[in-house]
């Protein structure tokens, strides 16, 4: 039981490549998200799913794309990377048969847009 | 808008000693969820303790435990027997419970930063 899996854990881009983050969870667990954090701004929501075919936007979506074809992945796309997107991305997934929602979160993709 | 507040950016602590973690939070709702996370070096989130906000009955896992005051809006966290694997970067973070279509978001505080001196 890997639980939630993400790559690559460390990645350097120019401003304006494109590029995708891997997530995917083990557990069959409807519900995903992606967070970033930023230091002194804890973690900040960008999007996300309570289920296959369904998405939604977070606190913090411009610059970010979606999509939920699975209910084991959850890739998170950047358009056209900018400095403002140098971050820690964690990916995290929940049951909604456990009421208190916990999140179990991957280990991070630690991005620098140079 | 609900908000979690962390005022503590960082705090220190000696091996064996206790500590407390601050944490307050603004919400309409009366149902709802606490947590503390853990962010060690490693960067990997770790769920420390939870605390639903209708028992009244402080949550407590070993040597963590919570001060819950629901009418204050106060979600502390104390530490006991503090060890050097405790250092680490501690979230607070409030969700709402899932029906009525909730989301599965958290909202967290900004952090407070544990060190632990031996």
């Known amino acids: 039981n890997a639980g939630v899996t993400q790559t690559p854990k460390f990645q350097v881009l120019k401003t304006g490549q494109s590029m995708t983050l891997q997530c995917a969870q083990d557990?069959?667990?409807?519900?995903m998200s992606w967070y970033r954090q930023d230091p002194g701004m804890g973690l900040r929501l960008i999007h996300y799913?309570?289920?296959?075919?369904?998405?939604d936007q977070g606190e913090v979506p411009n610059g970010y794309n979606v999509s939920r074809s699975t209910t084991e992945d959850f890739p998170l796309r950047l358009l056209s990377a900018a400095p403002s997107q140098t971050s820690v991305y964690f990916c995290?997934?929940?049951?909604?048969?456990?009421?208190?929602?916990?999140?179990?979160f991957g280990p991070g993709t630690r991005l620098t847009v140079t | 808008a609900q908000t979690v507040t962390q005022s503590q950016p960082e705090m220190s602590v000696q091996e064996a000693e206790t500590v407390t973690l601050s944490c307050t939070y603004d919400?309409?709702?009366?149902?709802?969820?606490l947590f503390w996370y853990k962010q060690p070096p490693s960067r990997q989130m770790i769920l420390v303790i939870r605390?639903?906000?209708?028992?009244?009955q402080n949550a407590t896992e070993n040597r963590f435990s919570v001060n819950f005051q629901k009418a204050a809006k106060s979600f502390s966290l104390k530490i006991s027997d503090s060890q050097l694997g405790d250092a680490a970067m501690y979230f607070c973070?409030?969700?709402?419970?899932?029906?009525?279509?909730?989301?599965?978001?958290?909202?967290f505080g900004t952090g407070t930063l544990l060190a632990v001196q031996p």
């Open positions: 973070a409030y969700r709402i419970p899932f029906y009525g279509g909730a989301t599965n978001k958290l909202i």
């Open positions: 605390q639903e906000a209708y028992k009244q």
């Open positions: 919400t309409s709702e009366s149902d709802y969820y």
């Open positions: 799913s309570v289920g296959a075919g369904i998405t």
């Open positions: 995290a997934s929940s049951s909604p048969r456990s009421r208190d929602g916990s999140l179990y």
């Open positions: 557990m069959n667990h409807e519900y």
